[in-house]
C-alpha cells in the first residue's frame, strides 16, 4: 500500500540547540502525531507562538499544536516530576495537554539515578562529559544493565518493589562506599513512584502499536529527536555525547516504527554553531565575535540556562551529518543573527596535523587536533525578519543559503528568519 504522506524524523545535525522545536512545529498543524523518542528532560525546546514563548523538556513540540496526538516513546527517559511540572504549567497558561500518550515501555528516571549522575560528573573532575545532572546517564545505563523500571511497572508494585531492590542493591554500596553518601531506601523510592500511578494511567499506551495503526490508516507521523547528531552516542563525540540515539536511526528503536516506514528526514542546522558542555569544537569562537552571536542569538540552554560556546557553521559536520541520517532537507535556522558581519567565515575542512581533512576526521585524536580552513562569504546589513521567500532576502543572503547548500550534502528547504512561528522563508515543501 502506497501512503500519501509519509512518516518523518526531523533530527538536529549539530549539537543541538538548532531549532528542531520551531520546526516540529511548523509542520504540528499538518500532522496526526508528533513522537519523541530518545533523551529525557536534558534538553529543550522552545517554541514562540504569537509572541509567546513555550520552553519544552520532556513533552514532544506537537504538545502546541491542536488536533496533533503527543507521544512519548519508548526510547525516552521520564523523570514523572518534571513530566507533571510541565503539564501543570501548560494547562495553566491555556494549552489542552489531554491527548498525551506515554509509552508503557519508556523508562523512568529514580531519584537514585539524579544523586548518582550528580555526584559522578563530580567525582570525574577534570575528566566531566558536562552532563545536566538530570540522571539521563544513569538511567539508560540502568536500561542496558537490565536494572531498569518501566512505565508499565508503575501498576504491579510488587514488581516495581523487586526492580528497586534489585537496583539499589549495587548503588547504595557505590552511594555509601565510594561518593560517602546515606543509602536509599527500597520504600522511599516505590511510595514516590506509586503516588504517580492515578495520573500516569490514563496517558500510557502500546504506542508503538499505536502508530503502526495509524501509519496504516494513512495517517501522518512526525518523529523528534531530542539533543543532535553529534551527541548521538554511537555517532557523535564520544565520549562527550548524550546517552541514547539521536540520529535517525534512533527514531526506529526509540518509538517501535520500522525502517521502512520512514521516507523523509529533515535535518535541522543552525546558520552558525554552538555547543553546550564539554568536547571538541572545531570553530569556536573565544573573541568578540563569539560573544556577539551568543548575544545576538540568544545562546543560553533551554533546560539549563547555560551560555552556549558559540561558532561559525561547520560543513564537514553538516555533511557527515546529512550521511549518517540520510537528510533529504535541511531547515537553517536563525540566519537573522548573522545580519550585521561584513564577511561570514565558514569552514569549509579542517588542518589536522598540517593535512588538509574535508571530511569529520575518523579518530578522536583527529578530531580534537582539527583547526577549521576557512572560506568568505559576503555578509549583509538588511533586516531579513519579513522575508518568507527566497527572493525577499538580500543576494548576500541567498548566496550564503545557497553555498551552504552545495556545502552540506542536502536540500535546505526552509530557512528560519526569526523566533516566530510565520519568520520561515519557505524554498521546498518539508511533507
Given at each position: 500500500m502506497v501512503r500519501p504522506v509519509p512518516a518523518v524524523v526531523i533530527v538536529g545535525a549539530q549539537w543541538g540547540d538548532e531549532g528542531k522545536g520551531k520546526a516540529t512545529d511548523l509542520l504540528g498543524s499538518r500532522v496526526d502525531y508528533v513522537v519523541k523518542f530518545n533523551g529525557g528532560n536534558n534538553a529543550g525546546h522552545t517554541v514562540v507562538i504569537d509572541g509567546e514563548t513555550y520552553a519544552l523538556h520532556l513533552l514532544p513540540s506537537g504538545i502546541l499544536s491542536p488536533g496533533c496526538v503527543p507521544v512519548i516513546g519508548n526510547g525516552v527517559v521520564v523523570d514523572l516530576s518534571v513530566l507533571f511540572e510541565e503539564i501543570d504549567g501548560l494547562e495553566k497558561r491555556g494549552i489542552d495537554t489531554s491527548r498525551l500518550?506515554?509509552?508503557?515501555?519508556?523508562?523512568?528516571?529514580?531519584?537514585?539515578?539524579?544523586?548518582?549522575?550528580?555526584?559522578?560528573?563530580?567525582?570525574?573532575?577534570?575528566r566531566k562529559i558536562g552532563t545536566t545532572g538530570r540522571g539521563i546517564g544513569p538511567t539508560y545505563a540502568d536500561k542496558m544493565n537490565r536494572?531498569?523500571?518501566?512505565?508499565?511497572?508503575?501498576?504491579?508494585?510488587?514488581?516495581?518493589?523487586?526492580?528497586?531492590?534489585?537496583?539499589?542493591?549495587?548503588?547504595?554500596?557505590?552511594l555509601t562506599k565510594v561518593y560517602n553518601r546515606r543509602a536509599v531506601s527500597v520504600d522511599e523510592?516505590?511510595?514516590?513512584?506509586?503516588?504517580?500511578?492515578?495520573?500516569?494511567?490514563?496517558?500510557?499506551?502500546?504506542?508503538?502499536?499505536?502508530?503502526?495503526?495509524?501509519?496504516?490508516?494513512?495517517?501522518?507521523?512526525?518523529?523528534?529527536?531530542?539533543?543532535?547528531?553529534?551527541?548521538?552516542?554511537?555517532?557523535?563525540?564520544?565520549?562527550?555525547?548524550?546517552?541514547?540515539?539521536?540520529?535517525?536511526?534512533?527514531?526506529?528503536?526509540?518509538?517501535?516504527?520500522?525502517?521502512?516506514?520512514?521516507?523523509?528526514?529533515?535535518g535541522i542546522v543552525k546558520a552558525y554553531a554552538t555547543r553546550v558542555g564539554e568536547g571538541p569544537f572545531p570553530t569556536e569562537l573565544f573573541d568578540e565575535d563569539g560573544e556577539r552571536l551568543r548575544t545576538n542569538g540568544g545562546e543560553f540552554g533551554t533546560t539549563t540556562g547555560r551560555p552556549r560556546r558559540c561558532g561559525w557553521y561547520d560543513a564537514p559536520i553538516a555533511r557527515y551529518a546529512a550521511r549518517i541520517n540520510g537528510v533529504t532537507d535541511f531547515v537553517l535556522t536563525k540566519l537573522d543573527v548573522l545580519t550585521g558581519w561584513e564577511r561570514i567565515p565558514v569552514c569549509v575542512a579542517y588542518d589536522v596535523d598540517g593535512e588538509r581533512v574535508d571530511e569529520m576526521p575518523m579518530t578522536q585524536t583527529g578530531f580534537h587536533h582539527a583547526t577549521p580552513v576557512y572560506e568568505y562569504l559576503d555578509g549583509w546589513t538588511e533586516d531579513i525578519s519579513g522575508a518568507r521567500e527566497l527572493g525577499d532576502l538580500p543576494a548576500t543572503a541567498q548566496t550564503y543559503v545557497k553555498t551552504l547548500e552545495e556545502m552540506s550534502g542536502a536540500r535546505i528547504s526552509a530557512v528560519g528568519v526569526g523566533p516566530g512561528r510565520e519568520q520561515t522563508v519557505q524554498v521546498h515543501d518539508l511533507l
Open positions: 500518550l506515554l509509552s508503557a515501555n519508556a523508562h523512568i528516571i529514580a531519584d537514585y539515578n539524579r544523586t548518582l549522575d550528580k555526584v559522578g560528573e563530580r567525582f570525574l573532575g577534570s536494572l531498569g523500571i518501566r512505565v508499565q511497572d508503575l501498576f504491579d508494585e510488587k514488581i516495581l518493589t523487586q526492580k528497586v531492590e534489585g537496583a539499589l542493591e549495587l548503588k547504595n554500596q557505590m523510592i516505590v511510595d514516590e513512584l506509586v503516588g504517580y500511578v492515578d495520573r500516569v494511567r490514563p496517558m500510557v499506551a502500546d504506542t508503538a502499536l499505536l502508530l503502526h495503526e495509524a501509519l496504516g490508516r494513512g495517517k501522518t507521523v512526525l518523529l523528534e529527536a531530542g539533543q543532535a547528531t553529534l551527541l548521538d552516542v554511537d555517532h557523535g563525540t564520544y565520549p562527550f555525547v548524550t546517552s541514547s540515539s539521536a540520529t535517525s536511526g534512533g527514531a526506529c528503536t526509540g518509538s517501535g516504527i520500522a525502517p521502512t516506514e520512514i521516507t523523509r528526514v529533515i
